[in-house]
């Protein structure tokens, strides 16, 4: 094949660039070649100037960028609804830790993160950024799959079948990256699990990995009240004051949940550069507080958005996630101009993008990155009429409607399936996943 | 053709009845005939008990009781996302009251009802509680689509194009009573709009009123702080307490919104039969406030989910509004145990039922009653595996995973698409009214 006709002219109804913030291009093709979006031109020149191209006419979409969910555990979705509606710890210690301890393995890791794949993928979520054991598993699946993800290399001083404590946690990791062979699409992050079960001495030693591998530190967050009262009553101080005095609070670090901030907190967030990965459907789902959305945004921190796992979400849907965010965002503040829906796009996207340190390759349509793509049908009775395609992309639109996804200029997802994972083989091994954890019960 | 001919066995993986709440039923089959459920029977039995019948298979999918959408003003969804982001005055004065000034007549009427009609009923709604102008059109509307409702006769302050006055309004709603032939899918509802827009004179003439028709009061109560510091300023007395002195405080009243309860508050709603029409989205989309539903149930009050109009929502998704209703209790309550999935899928059915006075008929899939059933494929990546079906049906699906709709027996959407309306009219003509408003803005 000649150069030309590796050229893929797409021509939505609508583009939707996300940088800038708030823009919609109609009548406006977007010319992709190899990895990259090339070209970015009316719709009326691609004949004369890429005569040669592949059209790809989606006359009842809008095109975004490919959406990141900056947070999750994506092998849970074996998970997904095991447990619900109980308290925090009952539902750990009685649900979700005995599972993970009877079955998680890798096997359950790799039918897991395929079909985490498959729902993200085709639900219009092109890169991730996860937290599991047997990461090195996860990295095949992704590789498979032709998405992108960051995956974090978990450190606990909790035993489990991945390492039995926080060094020989630190000794997977580095075997992890020593094995991996480079891929365009997969980066790494040190995964300390949170506060309350790391020591002082491992994040330290972190916080030394994190600049000498130049990679993010993924960590939990301010959850719940209950890690502050823990943390003053082990380490005399705030988990933040303790992250700190550690040096870690600073852009490197990518901190999901963040509810529990005070004003001052809010401030010093934002003025450290700390990154926030916002996850409202678990805050609310686990009864775990609030995240101060409004406020942190006014203060200029960059946040990002997570679904986290299924297992407490309980589905890997940032369409779901978009719209709650700006509805909790709004309700908790008691604030109707909060997280307005052109800000949930960009939190997750290039916001989520930018978390990951991503951004100069993806999270938004423009001439040069990443062609990181998702096509979705506004032409269902449910998103009619169409006043400002935005609002409907954030407030209505459901992520059934997602026809294709590319990442890095490769279909991923062509007529609403999966083109990288044989997604009936999938699905049915999910399916048998399900049916021995049920026995097990 | 025969009676028998006329049975209809349905035969999914898994019936969820929803009383008792949380039953959930594997091999078994119900039996439709005419406009009821006459049999509940396993499913190995229906070769010998009903040989005639014509039998639906539905193996990957659960059968629920049709879905009650408690509160809502359906022609507004050809305003969905038309202004958003926006405080609650400046959106109502500059975009909805404007746009409702210029449009809102018989025919935006029609058209917005058979667009509402065929997006609830393809989400799995069969029932719809409605406030809104010309509900005449709307019964018309209602009639063809197979569907059932409630509609509100609208009584406030401020002229519109279907009435001066509150006295003209009421004459209109006798108007239409007068005027319209008894359909057994139809009911009416007198509807003051609010405390704020209705007087004392005319909130006695509709007590009156609704005790001589035997309807419920169909009002909104309690949406904003707001207008509880208006009411004391202009009645010297809460909103609850001048209803109370009015003789309407009492299970007739059904209330949307009921954000700002005070404990006492909480008890005096439970004890007074008042039932609460809850609209989580819209809540939070206006930053109205929370609605206490955690304190509610457990004080007994019966809530049903309203999903209140597409320009606050945006979407007439009952599925997405129960996964709302318990994330949100959960979240405000910080009690995870707050409203379970499986509450949440009552106040969808039963107790949407039960607001409206119609749980005799409707709400639960129970011999002799109304067949309302709605079909739900859990076969996608998404709903994958199903270890709680219920907590599916709440926490995961997407209203994309309704197959088939009957109410009364009858079809009203079949393989995805409605049966009594031509959707591709109706959604084409939806796009012209869009493209009407925005020649106008």
């Given at each position: 094949m000649s150069a030309q006709r590796d050229q893929l002219a797409l021509l939505p109804k609508w583009v939707v660039?996300?940088?800038?913030?708030?823009?919609?291009?109609?009548?406006?093709?977007?010319?992709?070649?190899?990895?990259?979006?090339?070209?970015?031109?009316?719709?009326?020149?691609?004949?004369?100037r890429y005569p040669n191209a592949t059209t790809k006419p989606l006359s009842t979409h809008a095109l975004i960028p490919g959406l990141v969910n900056a947070h999750g555990h994506s092998p849970m979705v074996l998970m997904r609804g095991l447990a619900d509606d109980l308290p925090l710890m009952e539902w750990l210690t009685k649900h979700i830790w005995p599972t993970e301890q009877a079955f998680a393995g890798e096997d359950f890791v790799r039918a897991g993160s395929a079909l985490a794949a498959v729902e993200m993928l085709t639900g219009g979520t092109t890169c991730f950024n996860d937290n599991y054991f047997f990461p090195n598993i996860t990295a095949e699946v992704v590789k498979a799959s032709g998405m992108r993800a960051v995956l974090g290399l978990p450190v606990m001083n909790v035993p489990t079948i991945w390492a039995e404590d926080e060094a020989g946690y630190i000794e997977k990791g580095l075997q992890v990256l020593e094995e991996s062979e480079p891929n365009s699409r997969i980066g790494w992050a040190w995964a300390p699990h949170a506060p309350y079960t790391v020591t002082d001495a491992s994040f330290e030693r972190l916080g030394a990995l994190t600049e000498e591998f130049d990679f993010k530190l993924h960590l939990h967050l301010l959850e719940t009240a209950d890690e502050i009262e823990q943390s003053l009553a082990e380490h005399g101080k705030h988990p933040?004051?303790?992250?700190?005095?550690l040096g870690l609070y600073n852009d490197r670090l990518i901190a999901a949940h963040m509810t529990q901030l005070t004003d001052d907190q809010v401030a010093q967030t934002a003025e450290a550069g700390v990154?926030?990965?916002?996850?409202?459907?678990?805050?609310?789902?686990?009864?775990?507080?609030?995240?101060?959305?409004?406020?942190?945004?006014?203060?200029?921190?960059n946040i990002a958005i997570g679904t986290d796992g299924a297992a407490s979400n309980n589905r890997l849907d940032m369409f779901a996630e978009m719209r709650l965010a700006s509805l909790i965002a709004k309700g908790f503040s008691l604030n109707p101009v909060a997280a307005p829906a052109t800000r949930s796009l960009s939190m997750a996207?290039?916001?989520?993008?930018?978390?990951?340190?991503?951004?100069?390759?993806?999270?938004?349509?423009?001439?040069?990155?990443?062609?990181?793509?998702?096509?979705?049908?506004?032409?269902?009775?449910?998103?009619?009429?169409?006043?400002?395609?935005?609002?409907?992309?954030?407030?209505?639109?459901?992520?059934?409607?997602?026809?294709?996804?590319w990442v890095a200029g490769q279909a991923?997802?062509?007529?609403?399936?999966?083109?990288?994972?044989?997604?009936?083989?999938?699905?049915?091994?999910?399916?048998?996943?399900?049916?021995?954890?049920?026995?097990?019960?």
């Open positions: 660039p996300v940088v800038p913030e708030g823009e919609v291009l109609l009548d406006t093709a977007v010319i992709v070649q190899g990895e990259r979006i090339v070209d970015i031109i009316p719709a009326s020149e691609v004949v004369n933040i004051d303790r992250l700190v005095d990154h926030i990965l916002h996850c409202p459907a678990a805050n609310m789902k686990l009864a775990s507080g609030f995240c101060r959305v409004d406020d942190l945004d006014q203060a200029g921190a996207t290039i916001q989520g993008a930018k978390a990951l340190g991503l951004d100069d390759g993806i999270g938004s349509i423009e001439v040069g990155k990443q062609a990181d793509l998702v096509a979705v049908d506004l032409d269902v009775p449910g998103t009619t009429p169409v006043h400002h395609v935005i609002s409907h992309l954030v407030y209505v639109v459901s992520r059934s409607q997602v026809s294709d996804v991923c997802v062509s007529d609403r399936r999966v083109v990288g994972l044989d997604q009936e083989s999938v699905v049915s091994e999910a399916i048998e996943w399900g049916l021995k954890m049920h026995k097990k019960q």
